[in-house]
């Protein structure tokens, strides 16, 4: 039986949801496929996030987690991070220096996927209480909902950065 790998598929959703959005992008390669082409005592460069972006002059880092939890979205696999630290810290960077970072967290329950945006700064939160797990109503309560677009399967990520991004230089569509 083929092994579902439900992050990959996440990637390929959001990489055809950059294809459709006005902007400039780009597939940040996976430390482990860098790995793989180096010798043994070579050490990969740990990567900030899946994908780099930039719209409408702003860039943009995107980072993808997904589960299959029903009622949580795990922060810790055994003892390690889900979200690891040099993550958050590139995000965090990015925003320093006048851009943007989005972690999109899919909760994948069959016919039924949903996506959120959280920033490094909801993400920090999360793990300052020192739980294995977060309830996705948590998460729904604090995060972005980004809308689903159908056939196929697709993110509608120009609209989150449309709202987002213009808040964030100060303007207000209605």
């Known amino acids: 039986m083929k092994r579902n790998d439900t992050g990959k598929q996440f990637e390929s959703e959001v990489r055809r949801s950059l294809k459709n959005t006005n902007c400039f ?4 390669q996976d430390t482990n ?3 793989r082409f180096l010798p043994a005592q070579a050490v ?14 702003m ?25 690891p630290e040099h993550q958050v810290e590139a995000a965090k960077r990015i925003e320093q220096n006048g851009g ?16 959120y945006a959280m920033t ?6 999360l793990y300052k209480s020192k739980r294995k ?3 996705w109503e948590h998460i729904k309560s604090r995060a972005i909902p980004v809308r689903r677009l159908k056939s196929p399967l697709r993110w509608d990520l120009e609209g989150l950065y ?13």
């Open 59 to 83: 860039a943009v880092l995107i980072e993808c987690k997904t589960s299959k939890r029903q009622t949580s979205f795990p922060l810790y696999y055994k003892d390690t991070r889900s979200i």
């Open 33 to 35: 496929d860098v790995a």
């Open 162 to 174: 449309k709202k987002v991004l213009n808040r964030k230089r100060g303007f207000q569509k209605r």
């Open 100 to 115: 943007r970072a989005f972690f999109l967290i899919r909760q994948d329950q069959h016919r039924d996927k949903k996506v």
């Open 44 to 57: 990969a460069e740990k990567q900030p996030g899946d994908f780099m972006s930039v719209y409408q002059g």
């Open 133 to 135: 797990s977060v309830k």
């Open 25 to 28: 992008w780009f597939r940040i």
């Open 120 to 125: 490094w700064r909801q993400i920090t939160n």
